[in-house]
Structure formats: structure tokens, C-alpha cells
């Protein structure tokens, strides 16, 4: 390799460097929030586009405000904290049956939190509230009912309290809750099987 073309390609790899320092690009369907050196977490976001940022000074952190599926499955793995979604959770019924629940809990994040979110929650708010709440919420409302109505004519019913549940919550920090969908809730006994298999 000569020296000249040694020189544009340092050339090229330099101005890169440079020229990325001084934007951030926001994609669809996300937005930035920007950490300001001397002023902290600024309160206005960055929408889709491309945007001017000072290099070194200020750090931009991007953020999902599409739907966010919370899936509560056996399939998932708890490996990483900041995943979202969760293992079935364990209740007890109205009528002391202990219960697996599993669902889907479609989730948004308010554009004009999220800053709020980042300073006082930080970037693992899915293990600091989301997971915790979600749990806690599960386990209050089906000891509200008996196992037959969860599983039968009420479910509707179930699916609205523990919606009405999470927003109570989930609101006022910055979280919507779109929808609670529960697919498949079975005696304990049933995970244990399907566990040993």
C-alpha cells in the first residue's frame, strides 16, 4: 500500500470520526434525548431526522416510541435484565389455586417523558418498573377472582382491571399501556410438567 493511499484512507477514517461527533441521526419510530456537560439531561427530544449535537460536550441516547410488545412466555430467558418481556408468573386465585399466567402487554413510551424517564429512571426502566409492577399487578388482580371465572367467562374482565391496573401506575411515568392480551393461564402443575419434559 503506498503512502498516499495510506494517508486518504487515516483521511477518511479521521473526518468520520469528526463528522459523527457533530450529528446524530434519529431513525423512524425513535427519538433522542441529548446529556448536556453543563446542563444535564435537556428536556426537548430529537425526532426522526438528522440533528446538529456538540462533540464531547453532549452524549444522544435513542429511544423506542414504537408499540413495545411485554411478552410473558416460557420461552423467554431472563439472561439479560433490560429485555422486555418476563417468565409466567406465578398467582394464587380467588379460590387458592396457584396459577401460571402468560400474555402479551403492549406498552409505549410518552414522547414527552422520556427525558423525565432517563434522568430519574435511567435506561434499564424495563427492570427497575416495568417488570416488578407488571408481576406485582398479575398477582393482585387474579386473586381477585376464582380460577373458572379466569379462565372462562370473565377473562375480559381480568384483562381490563389489570390494564386499568398498569395505567394507574405505568401513567404518570411516562408509560402507556395500549393493551393487555393474556394467552394462556394454567395450574402451577401444568408448568411443572411441561418443565421436566
Not at 423467554?76 to 402468560?102: H, L, S, Y
Not at 406498552?107 to 418498573?129: C, Y
Not at 375480559?156 to 390494564?163: A, F, G, M, R, S
Request: proline fraction near 4%; glycine fraction near 6%.
Amino acid at each position: 500500500m503506498s503512502s498516499e493511499s495510506l494517508d486518504k484512507l487515516m483521511y477518511s477514517f479521521v473526518m468520520e470520526d469528526v463528522l459523527k461527533g457533530f450529528f446524530i441521526y434519529v431513525p423512524p419510530g425513535y427519538v433522542a434525548c441529548v446529556y448536556d456537560l453543563g446542563r444535564g439531561v435537556l428536556k426537548k427530544v430529537l425526532t426522526p431526522g438528522l440533528h446538529f449535537k456538540i462533540p464531547f460536550w453532549q452524549k444522544a441516547k435513542l429511544f423506542n416510541t414504537q408499540t413495545l410488545e411485554y411478552s410473558i412466555s416460557r420461552n423467554f430467558t431472563m439472561e439479560n435484565e433490560k429485555a422486555m418481556g418476563d417468565i409466567p408468573i406465578a398467582a394464587v386465585t380467588q379460590d387458592g389455586n396457584r396459577i401460571g399466567v402468560e400474555g402479551t402487554i403492549l406498552l409505549r413510551l410518552d414522547v414527552h417523558q422520556i427525558p423525565s424517564i432517563w434522568q430519574t429512571i435511567g435506561e434499564d426502566f424495563v427492570a427497575k418498573i416495568i417488570r416488578p409492577t407488571v408481576r406485582s399487578r398479575i398477582r393482585m388482580v387474579m386473586s381477585r377472582f376464582n380460577q373458572d371465572e379466569i379462565i372462562g367467562p370473565m377473562r375480559d374482565t381480568v384483562e381490563t382491571e389489570l390494564k386499568n391496573e398498569l395505567e394507574r401506575i405505568f401513567y404518570a411515568r411516562g408509560i402507556y399501556v395500549e393493551n393487555v392480551l393474556l394467552s394462556e393461564i394454567a395450574n402451577i402443575q401444568e408448568y411443572k410438567r411441561t418443565a421436566e419434559k
